[in-house]
């Protein structure tokens, strides 16, 4: 067979989408050093001349090298022609922070440290801290150096200056949620490698690809659906959806952590994580900190009746009203560049027969899944936590040989992830153990006093703050913690029903968590997968916190006056 038709096939771009969504990709990459077509396809023999000459007795000269090969510009144009010419040494520059970011960044937390006064209700390391934290999270913004590298960077000050411990700085590295976010990275390399995120995103394609709006309604409202039997958002954006996403956006030719990003993968990713928030707050069972919720209210004597059914109706309305303006609203806000595809169900139908029936890695894939669903959902009968059961998914995987050992070590954004979100979930924890949380809380408490507000004045005041506070936090559930039963305290100190102040608690709870890349779990696996830039995150995140505050606020307020919990 000839050569040229061999490789014309073997690298067609049907076959190279294949083999970029079922391997993992080579260490020399075509789109990184781009040949010539000619030469790549046909390239030119190799010519060999001979002499007589005893001292060169054999000369190779290769045509092939000389397409890739940069000319060298010589020291003096004398010698140009001279093919031992001494050549220009390559010039070498300092590659480092950015200095007008890290200027800022740093000028932050030294105001902050050094001009602001102290609080006397807080103590020097409380304060210092807080300005460690200050301008880690400017340095996130304004990306000085990498995300995990700025992280360290304010990680090793806390230990330098002798504000944290050692022990005490890197105690969240065992964070649990964390090891699942970073597992779920994982999840996500097998759902690629095996083919099967492909499969599934091809179906999404065949019954719902004429738009890119209507791939998002639709992973939407599959999320909506399985939210109940898998409380754990992480677990549902690293194990479910980032892979389907993922495989969606690589066949449409949309890159992480490349200008076709916006082709379709960075909408795609920020519908999902602004939609996630709705369908955790749409069901009692959707996430861990619904549960924590009321077990806090009802310490302070607030007991919700009937507690799943009282939930989901009151919930129901601004919930279905979210899920469904949120993804149109986005796709105005940050269209993708590939809205229409007319033709993809046509398409994915014949790429479905062309990829032939499931593989045995693919069943492997499944019933993993479904094991780790089934034990996600039955977790407290089990006594298995949610972290464990992902580690037990993830041996399986490595056990019959889906995954290998080398396929966890070369998914650069689990580690990375589990660097940067693991300074920044201690950093947070100490904030709290160190009373800068409850000095804000009392803040806020006090001016509520002096301004003698109604009750549903200080509803929303104290509502906004709860929310504007996450901004402190790299967990939900670190927040429910810290905070919950104190904003609730003064809910009631002010006036507000107890059912209707810790009902609208526990679904803010949930509505922030897509505010930043480190507000919560799913925040943090979504931004990892690279299709979205930090300003951008941080620029949606405000928008979209406040158009779901403004639905819950307004029409949840009828709504729940028409229920009767006020």
């Given at each position: 067979?000839?050569?040229?038709?061999?490789?014309?096939?073997a690298?067609?771009?049907?076959?190279?989408?294949s083999?970029?969504?079922?391997?993992?990709p080579?260490?020399?990459?075509?789109?990184?050093?781009?040949?010539?077509?000619?030469?790549?396809?046909?390239?030119?023999?190799?010519?060999?001349?001979?002499t007589?000459?005893?001292?060169n007795?054999?000369?190779?000269?290769?045509?092939?090298?000389?397409?890739?090969?940069?000319?060298?510009?010589p020291?003096?144009?004398s010698?140009?022609?001279?093919?031992?010419?001494?050549?220009?040494?390559?010039k070498?520059?300092?590659?480092?922070?950015?200095?007008?970011?890290?200027?800022?960044?740093?000028?932050?937390?030294?105001?902050v440290?050094?001009?602001?006064?102290?609080?006397?209700?807080?103590?020097?390391?409380?304060?210092?801290?807080?300005?460690?934290f200050?301008?880690?999270?400017?340095?996130?913004?304004?990306?000085?150096?990498?995300?995990?590298?700025?992280?360290?960077l304010?990680?090793?000050t806390?230990?330098?200056?002798?504000?944290?411990?050692?022990e005490?700085?890197?105690?969240?590295?065992?964070?649990?949620?964390?090891?699942?976010?970073?597992i779920?990275?994982?999840f996500?390399?097998?759902?690629?490698?095996t083919?099967?995120?492909d499969?599934?995103a091809?179906?999404?394609?065949?019954?719902?690809?004429?738009?890119t709006?209507?791939?998002?309604y639709g992973l939407?409202?599959?999320?909506?659906?399985?939210a109940?039997a898998m409380?754990s958002?992480?677990?549902?954006?690293?194990?479910?959806?980032?892979?389907?996403?993922?495989s969606?956006?690589?066949?449409?030719?949309?890159?992480p952590?490349?200008p076709?990003?916006?082709?379709l993968?960075s909408?795609l990713?920020?519908?999902?994580?602004?939609?996630a928030?709705?369908?955790?707050?749409?069901?009692?069972?959707?996430?861990?900190?619904n549960?924590?919720?009321?077990?806090?209210?009802?310490?302070?004597?607030?007991?919700?009746?009937?507690?799943?059914?009282?939930?989901?109706?009151a919930?129901?309305?601004?919930?279905?009203?979210?899920?469904?303006l949120?993804?149109y609203?986005?796709?105005?806000?940050?269209?993708?560049?590939?809205?229409?595809?007319?033709?993809?169900?046509?398409?994915?139908?014949?790429?479905?027969?062309?990829?032939?029936?499931v593989?045995?890695?693919?069943?492997?894939m499944?019933?993993?899944?479904?094991?780790?669903?089934?034990?996600?959902?039955f977790?407290?009968?089990?006594?298995?936590s949610?972290v464990?059961?992902?580690?037990?998914?993830?041996?399986?995987?490595?056990?019959?040989?889906?995954?290998?050992?080398?396929?966890?070590?070369?998914e650069k954004s689990?580690?990375?992830?589990?660097?940067?979100?693991?300074?920044?979930?201690?950093?947070?924890?100490?904030?709290?153990n160190?009373?800068?949380?409850?000095?804000?809380?009392?803040?806020?408490?006090?001016?509520?006093?002096?301004?003698?507000?109604?009750?549903?004045?200080?509803?929303?005041?104290?509502?906004a703050?709860y929310f504007?506070?996450?901004?402190m936090?790299?967990?939900?559930?670190?927040?429910?913690?810290a905070?919950?039963?104190?904003f609730?305290?003064?809910?009631?100190?002010?006036?507000?029903?107890?059912?209707l102040?810790?009902?609208?608690l526990a679904?803010?709870?949930?509505?922030?968590?897509a505010?930043?890349?480190?507000?919560?779990?799913?925040?943090?696996?979504?931004?990892?997968?690279?299709?979205?830039?930090?300003?951008?995150?941080?620029?949606l995140?405000?928008i979209?916190?406040c158009?779901?505050?403004?639905?819950?606020?307004?029409?949840?307020?009828?709504w729940?006056?028409?229920?009767?919990?006020y």
């Amino acid at each position: 067979m000839d050569s040229t038709i061999v490789f014309s096939t073997a690298f067609s771009p049907s076959s190279r989408i294949s083999l970029h969504l079922r391997s993992r990709p080579p260490p020399f990459s075509t789109a990184k050093y781009p040949l010539h077509k000619t030469h790549f396809f046909s390239p030119p023999p190799i010519t060999t001349t001979t002499t007589t000459s005893s001292s060169n007795p054999l000369r190779l000269r290769s045509s092939l090298l000389t397409p890739l090969a940069k000319p060298i510009r010589p020291f003096s144009a004398s010698s140009s022609n001279d093919d031992n010419s001494i050549t220009e040494p390559p010039k070498t520059q300092l590659q480092g922070a950015k200095i007008v970011p890290l200027a800022l960044s740093l000028a932050i937390g030294i105001v902050v440290r050094f001009f602001i006064p102290k609080p006397v209700e807080v103590t020097e390391q409380a304060w210092q801290l807080l300005s460690i934290f200050l301008s880690t999270i400017a340095g996130l913004v304004l990306s000085p150096l990498p995300v995990g590298a700025w992280a360290f960077l304010g990680l090793t000050t806390t230990v330098l200056t002798k504000t944290l411990t050692f022990e005490t700085a890197f105690s969240a590295f065992t964070n649990e949620v964390i090891w699942l976010i970073v597992i779920s990275f994982f999840f996500a390399r097998g759902f690629v490698k095996t083919g099967l995120g492909d499969r599934i995103a091809t179906y999404f394609v065949k019954w719902l690809g004429k738009s890119t709006l209507g791939l998002s309604y639709g992973l939407t409202l599959s999320e909506a659906l399985i939210a109940p039997a898998m409380p754990s958002t992480t677990a549902r954006a690293g194990g479910v959806f980032l892979p389907i996403i993922k495989s969606l956006s690589l066949s449409a030719g949309s890159k992480p952590n490349h200008p076709s990003a916006r082709k379709l993968g960075s909408y795609l990713i920020q519908s999902q994580l602004q939609c996630a928030g709705n369908s955790s707050a749409l069901f009692l069972t959707a996430a861990a900190q619904n549960l924590l919720c009321l077990k806090l209210a009802e310490e302070l004597g607030v007991v919700i009746a009937d507690p799943w059914i009282s939930w989901f109706k009151a919930a129901s309305l601004p919930a279905f009203i979210s899920l469904l303006l949120t993804p149109y609203l986005l796709y105005k806000l940050y269209p993708p560049e590939t809205k229409d595809t007319p033709e993809a169900p046509a398409m994915a139908a014949k790429k479905l027969d062309l990829m032939g029936p499931v593989t045995t890695n693919e069943w492997v894939m499944i019933a993993t899944m479904l094991l780790a669903v089934s034990l996600w959902v039955f977790g407290d009968a089990t006594g298995i936590s949610s972290v464990v059961t992902a580690m037990l998914a993830l041996s399986v995987l490595l056990l019959l040989g889906v995954l290998n050992w080398d396929d966890c070590l070369t998914e650069k954004s689990a580690w990375d992830t589990l660097a940067w979100f693991a300074v920044l979930v201690g950093m947070a924890a100490q904030l709290t153990n160190l009373g800068i949380v409850t000095w804000m809380s009392n803040c806020v408490a006090s001016s509520l006093k002096s301004l003698s507000l109604s009750w549903p004045a200080a509803f929303s005041v104290l509502q906004a703050a709860y929310f504007l506070i996450h901004y402190m936090f790299a967990s939900q559930t670190g927040h429910v913690g810290a905070l919950y039963s104190a904003f609730l305290a003064m809910n009631l100190a002010a006036g507000v029903p107890g059912a209707l102040a810790a009902l609208a608690l526990a679904y803010n709870t949930n509505l922030f968590g897509a505010l930043t890349h480190y507000s919560s779990g799913q925040a943090a696996v979504y931004f990892g997968a690279g299709y979205v830039d930090l300003p951008d995150v941080f620029r949606l995140g405000f928008i979209m916190g406040c158009v779901n505050a403004v639905i819950w606020v307004v029409v949840g307020g009828f709504w729940w006056k028409f229920l009767g919990l006020y």
